[in-house]
């Protein structure tokens, strides 16, 4: 069973930075795909960025080219670099792993077996 906590969460104003991170229990991280999601209250979840185990990408149309995500395997660790933030990045972010051994990025949540608690994330002047 994977153990996934997010932290970083937090306010920030419009055109602000912020950093997410999620931790995972796993010794085998590498080995996971994994992706950040958000959902926004009265939305559905929505998928932003995806990365395969063996290092490629992929972004949700509305974040291409300000978040970057990232993992650093040796420490077990998924990040999401959002820059340039808007009012409607509002969510809670949520980090994913795939089961272990897929190795292709996914935005659908229904790849996803394992799911962190959740950070929250406020843009707001």
């Known amino acids: 069973q994977v153990q996934l906590v997010e932290s970083g969460g937090g306010s920030v104003q419009p055109g602000g930075s912020l950093r997410l991170s999620c931790a995972a229990s796993e010794y085998t991280f590498s080995s996971y795909s994994m992706a950040w999601f958000r959902q926004a209250p009265g939305k559905e979840r929505e998928g932003v960025a995806s990365i395969a185990s063996y290092g490629g990408t992929y972004y949700a149309d509305s974040v291409k080219g300000r978040f970057t995500i990232s993992k650093d395997n040796a420490k077990r660790t998924l990040y999401l670099r959002m820059n340039s933030l808007k009012p409607e990045d509002t969510a809670m972010y949520y980090c994913?792993?795939?089961?272990?051994?897929?190795?292709?990025?996914?935005?659908?949540?229904?790849?996803?077996?394992?799911w962190g608690q959740g950070t929250q994330v406020t843009v707001s002047s």
């Open positions: 994913a792993a795939r089961a272990y051994g897929d190795r292709y990025y996914s935005l659908d949540e229904t790849d996803f077996r394992y």
